[in-house]
């Protein structure tokens, strides 16, 4: 197991982490500044971020300062009703592609969706088994177009508690079940990103995490159950903060053969993001080195 | 599949759901009564109201009205940090057990436990596995005594979102390879209670509910999941309000044999427990002729 104890090579920021500072929105330019000012060398960038800082400037900043990209956020909500919509989420998922491309990331993360209307508060049917069937098709029609531009897609776990309206996608297992039916041959185009967030608690993440093996762990996001928990989207907590046994789980990855970043992700509404983006920062390197 | 539409002859209240009246807590004397009054056939109490009201009133206004307990609310709690800690959550399952067979419950629920110190927000310890063992451990011994009283234990699998702080056992398969190591020969003494609020996600729900088999499947909670859901303990849903499929999965659990009650069990602060209990009452009968 690596020694991160010393320095920060292997930290990366999801840059949802410091989306705010203060309570007030922060550029992705701004932050991807004060990443590159504390030799942070990966981050993980969400969509809407790059599209309101320009896929332009954007690349070009990562490119000057060096920064990788552990992952790119996010493409998925696959399920849909009624053909229009169907083909509007495969459309965006292409462009996802081709920007998770064009800022050379190391795989582009899905948060693959679920019932549909149900993130807007009304679901427009309750059978979640027809949306894990058009998840499975929509990542399989996916799949031959990254193939073609060699971009890997991680499937993203979501917690249980994210099944309604974000991700019918709940376990590993039943994530690499999916990967084991479209990528047979473990080529590498299709893998998972394990996020401790989501998959902590899953009595068989061990086993699953093995099964895996290195061609299909793509990315690890880290951050801490806090308990209580009083927001089912926006109350993660920081590294050490909470009940997740993190080094325990990297362990189990990197015995496997992970060798990638550690991403930082946190929605905190009510802590991290009323602070400001320095202090966030800085204390994301420390736990970094003392518990992950 | 039992048709439900014409009366509420398979209903139970779970008295946590008219727990409290316009927001003031209701004595469970007075619960009992306005189930009563309904014709509702069976209840299944939790042990505060229970030892609120005393034991013995409980137990005589129960076969006065001939009411059938389809459960009783709850032992568990097993996990703990020293020998006093776990004598002590030994001796209280016993007491349980006791208090379950005086009310002739048809089950003991276990909310099984989970990291020790957790609930009142600051965990001892974050090793989850060893609180499975301690579980396992501790339903084991509590099995011997329920036996020798012929109480039957129904181990409730929680949503993941609980495995911090209120139990860690939280998937049928898991709860099932429990019961196949303690019960190999299903003698009924030892199974499940199905919450379709902490199970409806689970893309291996209808096959654990095939291997559960009959003996097995001691006791069927229904509610709903909101979305959104606005605190991960009490904004559970009325039956209909949500997305879960309850009739699908009570037709997978009616497959297998069950025959019991279907019981409602709602955690609601914010809405069903400002309301007057009598509605809440009367939409959750009419609630389970319509959408169960």
Wanted: charge should be negative; glycine fraction near 8%; proline fraction near 4%.
């Amino acid at each position: 197991m690596r020694d991160f104890s010393q320095d920060h090579r292997w930290l990366s920021i999801n840059t949802a982490t410091v989306r705010k500072s203060r309570g007030v929105d922060v550029p992705l330019v701004d932050i991807i500044e004060a990443c590159a000012q504390r030799g942070i060398r990966a981050i993980s960038p969400w969509r809407d971020q790059v599209a309101a800082a320009g896929l332009d400037v954007v690349s070009k900043l990562i490119r000057q300062h060096g920064l990788e990209l552990s992952g790119y956020c996010r493409g998925g909500m696959f399920p849909a009703v009624g053909a229009d919509a169907l083909k509007a989420a495969r459309d965006d998922n292409r462009r996802a592609v081709d920007e998770a491309r064009e800022l050379n990331a190391k795989c582009l993360v899905l948060v693959v969706g679920a019932l549909p209307g149900a993130l807007a508060g009304k679901a427009l049917h309750k059978d979640i088994a027809h949306a894990r069937s058009q998840v499975r098709d929509g990542i399989a029609e996916l799949l031959d177009y990254a193939k073609s531009v060699q971009m890997p897609l991680a499937i993203e776990p979501l917690h249980p508690m994210y099944a309604a309206d974000r991700a019918c996608v709940n376990t590993m297992e039943q994530a690499l079940d999916v990967c084991d039916e479209l990528d047979p041959s473990h080529s590498g185009a299709l893998g998972v990103a394990v996020d401790v967030y989501h998959v902590w608690w899953d009595p068989k993440l061990q086993a699953q995490i093995e099964r895996a093996g290195q061609s299909r762990l793509l990315a690890f996001h880290v951050c801490d159950w806090l308990t209580p928990t009083t927001d089912l989207l926006n109350d993660r907590g920081m590294m050490g903060d909470g009940v997740i046994d993190i080094p325990r789980i990297r362990d189990w990855m990197e015995a496997q053969g992970f060798a990638g970043y550690s991403e930082v992700e946190i929605f905190s509404t009510g802590n991290w993001w009323q602070r400001d983006m320095a202090e966030t920062l800085d204390t994301c390197l420390a736990r970094h080195r003392a518990t992950v």
